[in-house]
């Protein structure tokens, strides 16, 4: 089996406030996370994780949380150096970062370039302020807009906007206004999710009376993407629009079911070699973690994945691509023959949600991206 491109992802997992929808692996500390220790972790992960690359290049690194932002310029700077350390990085390595608006200082964007950093993704969410509060962040809308504006300052030229859509109380006509103030920014990139009430959330539990059904939350996605589009980006997954040439090259290759090593609390990685696609994770408590990385232990849960969970794994990142994948691709990252990819799509080709081209290119069909979750179930193992 051929290696697939090779990633890192470095976890960094506190929040000044936990937000009400995230059911990511962060940890509520202020602003008294305890970076040192924490950076000292990382590095010993990083020990451990560069014999488990080889030789191997890292195309991508991506710094996210959490909020990595209430990291300082100069426990950033002695990470990457340490990666650089141990890890071979391609000489045009793309090194992305999460800021949060009401964590990026005056002047932090400098730092954080100067450590090394080349693309910022700012979690604006919504330009809304009354929507911001509701959805529990700590930044308001021109905290936003000096985010960018130190962003730009710092000689950043590649950035990305998180927005949200499907927010409570949100019609078509305000979404639109969210997604025209983050192209008036001038990203290079805008990152469009629809909000999801994730189990273990406070949102799950107690869910927001006035969200959009179905049918308006559609109607946000068509609107959306015009305007999108008519402004000069193009859609290349389910959530991710691009200028040309800025598509997210570390998400791309999680999509592409690439590899991807993992540092940090609750981290998880993905790394292939010639029999095998393994999985694994990390301790997610970051207490338990950094004492486990201070005993020098090997805390990795490793397991091979089964040739059911490698077609559904594949199909689950893949199919967010607008423009499908190769056959080669599929056959290349899983070890597998292209006539399991094809007994294994009978059921969604049976319903209309999928097609191979003539060229040999598996995409979702026009009724597949519309019902993109069924789609994905469709090659979910069934016991």
Known sequence: MKPPPLSLYVHLPWCVRKCPYCDFNSHTAGNAAPVERYVDALLADLDEEAARAGRRTLETIFLGGGTPSLFPPAEIGRLLDGIAARLELSPDAEITMEANPGTVECGSPAGYRAAGVTRMSIGAQSFDDDALRRLGRIHSSDDIRRAVGEVRKAGFDNFNIDLMHGLPGQTAGSACRDVRAAIGLE?????????????????????????????????????????????????????????????????????????????????????????????????????????????????????????????????????????????????????????????????????????????????????????????????????
Not at 273 to 285: C, E, F, G, I, Q
Request: aromatic share 10%; net charge negative; proline share 5%.
């Open 187 to 383: 990203p290079t990139h805008i990152s469009w999710y629809q909000l999801t009430l994730e189990p273990n959330t406070v949102f799950h539990a107690r869910p927001p009376a006035d969200l959009p059904d179905e049918e308006m939350v559609w109607e946000i996605q068509d609107a959306g993407g015009e305007l999108l589009t008519s402004s000069g980006f193009a859609q290349y997954e389910v959530s991710a629009w691009a200028r040309p040439g800025r598509e997210c090259r570390h998400n791309t290759n999680y999509w592409a079911f690439g590899d991807y090593l993992a540092a940090g609390a609750g981290a998880h990685g993905k790394i292939s070699d010639r029999t095998a696609v393994m999985r694994y994770r990390k301790p997610a408590n970051p207490l338990q973690y950094m004492q486990a990385m201070e005993a020098a232990e090997d805390v990795a849960v490793m397991g091979a994945l089964s040739e059911p969970d490698l077609v559904f794994e594949f199909m689950l990142n893949a199919l967010r691509l607008r423009d499908g994948f190769a056959e080669s691709v599929f056959c290349e990252r899983t070890g597998l023959d292209a006539a399991v990819l094809a007994e294994a799509s009978q059921t969604a080709i049976g319903k209309g949600l999928i097609e191979r081209t003539a060229q040999k290119i598996w995409r979702p069909t026009e009724l597949g991206w519309r019902f993109l979750n069924d789609l994905q179930a469709d090659f979910q193992r069934k016991d």
